[in-house]
């Protein structure tokens, strides 16, 4: 905000100083001051004015050379707009300029609205009813505007004249007039909140947007330098722009750029905007950027391999190494299998995400563990996992040896990617956040990505026999060894019914290890020898009847858990951007920070970083506000922060300073000696 003010600052100056050296009467003057030598100008009639009826005129303007550059009327960060003044004969009035589609120039940071080789600007005149036209005196235009190379601006000015009883017609004035942007037959509607201009835009969904920007003629409205968001809701695109120093005003005009020199001029007033929807690529081209991103899918699930949150579906995954060894052909399938697995199971929870979002629900990855149902099914399915690898009985698909290898493997890849969702790793955030900003097909390229970055070390084993030799042989051991990774499976069953106790209370929390206990004992009967098809049936009656009324009265049992406090040593106040724009604006530090009570790495941050003495205290010492956001169920204003962070999921860290200078996202592995150096860092 503080560059913001010094670099319109720098620019009222100038105008200041222009209306100096300006003569008191230009319209007076033989000619113009300055001159247009570097930005030419003519003045164009569309044929005859006739009364009663509007008469266009046009400023036909053309640089000496290509490094000059002209500005639209908010010239954005740097620049001026022009003034125009007028003399027309009595009764005839001048409206406003109509102007092309303006380009972006980042010059040093500072964004300018520009426009770059020959261009027109049109200016409609309202001709009275009873004018005479052939007794009217000549109109005069005294024009001030800038130009502008990236290195040096110079004012420009011109005095400029048409003769009524000759205006002469322009055959280039059709294509001058397709250049302005059209005006949208609808209003759009606009709100601030949260530090951000939202401004939803009928706009037909057909539309192609190869890369939109929303050009605001309000001046000081928004930064014009921060990146835009985008996202389409049936036939209404809602743009979200950073606000800047300007006040709010009752009616916004704008121009909507869709890429290519192409777009729609529109006004908008106060009310209601739409939130979710699909989001927009603002720069569908670019393929680097892509690329970067799905190398850092690839990388961030390469490293949910080694990342906490994944340590309980480890004894799947010895499972399926010891598996890997043995016929060359039987590694190569199970290790396909077990990748089909994971990469189906990605995309189809990525496919549901944006499917979700375009739905217009503000979820984020790792969305279906805020629900407790999907929690109590994850409790039944880890609880019987664990009776499994203890040997109470086989289930299909997840067996040591023998059976339908392929099928195991499989089972295994969809269920390591399910409850490896929870994670965010230091690549793979940056990754999921631009995977909520992308078309479908690319969305779904980087949730692929991903999938086979988690899958990519079994992968490995399969088609390489030398990562296979230094595997131990399979042997009675295996028996054994399941056994033993019965136990981190069953520590994965009370960490989801510690989750549960967190989302909906203690009764809820019983309720849920009653049906996984039912659901496991049912499994042990008839899987474990129960014998007689009459058993197996009345062991299913006992079990349904079990299950259905368990289900009911946890339904009326479930009591939210409210965030308290004193969980943390900081006494965190619960995140929204009201508290922190307040605390921002008491000049004071802000820790935030975004976390759930099924993700490890939250928590495993939390323990060996965030709640430690030293850092409190360092804290305290600089009157640091500490806010927390609590993601454990779902929350549509953490989510819309989160996305607008570019962040898709858990855990986020913020640290604002408290000079009002911009946010530092903090790395996803924290320190307590990080955390307790950031009120004395210099470098922000």
């Known amino acids: 905000m503080a560059q913001h003010k010094a670099r319109t600052g720098w620019f009222a100056a100038l105008l200041a100083l222009l209306a100096i050296l300006l003569p008191a009467d230009p319209l007076g003057a033989q000619e113009a001051r300055f001159g247009s030598a570097n930005m030419a100008v003519e003045l164009v009639a569309d044929e005859a004015p006739r009364p009663g009826e509007e008469w266009m005129l046009a400023m036909r303007f053309s640089p000496r050379s290509e490094e000059w550059h002209g500005y639209w009327a908010n010239p954005g960060d740097a620049g001026l707009g022009m003034t125009l003044d007028w003399t027309l004969p009595q009764g005839w ?24 080789g020959d261009y027109t600007v049109l200016v409609p005149l309202r001709v009275p009813a009873g004018a005479d036209i052939a007794a009217a005196a000549p109109i005069s235009l005294y024009a001030q505007y800038l130009a502008c190379t990236d290195k040096v601006c110079v004012p420009q000015d011109a005095l400029l004249r048409i003769d009524l009883a ?49 050009f605001v003629g309000n001046l000081d409205l928004v930064d014009y330098a921060a990146p835009q968001s985008f996202t389409r809701q049936g036939d209404t695109l809602v743009a979200e722009v950073p606000l800047g120093l300007g006040e709010a005003p009752e009616e916004l005009q704008a121009i909507l750029s869709f890429g290519g020199g192409e777009g729609i001029r529109f006004t908008a007033r106060a009310g209601e905007v ?37 340590f309980p579906i480890l004894s799947l995954k010895a499972l399926a190494l010891a598996k890997a060894g043995g016929e060359e052909g039987a590694a190569r399938r199970d290790a396909l299998a077990y990748t089909a697995g994971v990469v189906l199971a990605c995309l189809a929870l990525g496919g549901l995400l944006l499917a979700l979002r375009a739905a217009g629900e503000q979820v984020g990855w790792a969305f279906q563990l805020q629900e407790p149902w999907v929690v109590v099914a994850l409790l039944v399915l880890a609880t019987a996992i664990t009776a499994n690898l203890a040997g109470a009985f086989e289930l299909p698909g997840l067996v040591v040896r023998g059976g339908r290898g392929q099928t195991s493997s499989f089972a295994t890849g969809l269920l390591a990617a399910f409850v490896a969702t929870p994670c965010t790793g230091p690549f793979m955030a940056a990754a999921m956040g631009a995977a909520l900003l992308l078309p479908t097909e690319q969305a779904l390229a980087l949730f692929g990505a991903l999938g086979l970055g988690l899958a990519l070390p079994f992968l490995l084993l399969g088609f390489v026999p030398a990562l296979r030799r230094i595997l131990p042989r399979p042997g009675a051991w295996m028996a054994t060894f399941r056994k033993l990774m019965a136990v981190p499976m069953g520590l994965t069953a009370l960490a989801l019914l510690w989750l549960l106790w967190r989302m909906g209370g203690g009764a809820f929390a019983i309720g849920a290890l009653t049906i996984a206990a039912v659901v496991t004992l049912l499994l042990a009967a008839m899987l474990g020898g129960l014998r007689g098809a009459s058993s197996r049936w009345a062991a299913a009656g006992i079990a349904t009847f079990l299950l259905i009324g368990t289900g009911m009265g946890m339904q009326y049992g479930f009591v939210p858990r409210a965030e308290q406090a004193g969980d943390s040593i900081h006494d965190p106040a619960p995140f929204t951007e009201q508290a922190l724009a307040e605390a921002r604006a008491a000049g004071r530090p802000v820790f935030v920070w975004f976390t759930a009570d099924w993700c490890l790495t939250c928590k495993v941050n939390e323990s060996a970083a965030i709640e430690r003495e030293a850092v409190r205290t360092a804290f305290a010492r600089a009157g640091v506000v500490t806010l927390r956001g609590d993601w454990t169920r779902r929350d549509e204003a953490i989510t819309a922060f989160l996305t607008r962070q570019g962040a898709a999921g858990v855990p986020l860290y913020l640290w604002y300073p408290a000079d009002g200078a911009e946010p530092r996202q903090l790395l996803q592995v924290l320190t307590p000696d990080l955390l307790a150096g950031l009120p004395g860092d210099g470098t922000r």
Not at 100 to 114: D, E, I, K, S
Not at 278 to 300: K, Q, R
């Open 93 to 116: 009035e001048a409206g406003e300029p109509l102007y092309p589609v303006p380009q972006r120039l980042t010059v040093a940071g500072l964004m300018n609205h520009v426009y770059k």
């Open 166 to 214: 000759r205006p002469a017609s322009d055959a280039r004035f059709g294509s001058w007039r397709a250049d302005i942007a059209p005006l949208l037959d609808s209003e759009g509607s606009f709100a601030l909140s949260g530090g951000r201009l939202r401004v939803a835009i009928p706009l037909p969904r057909d539309v192609a947007l190869a890369d939109p920007h929303l």
């Open 274 to 310: 739409p939130t979710g929807g699909t989001p927009v690529a603002t720069a569908g081209g670019d393929l680097p950027a892509f690329w970067l991103a799905l190398l850092g899918a690839l990388a961030g699930g390469l490293l949910l391999n080694i990342m906490p949150c994944v």
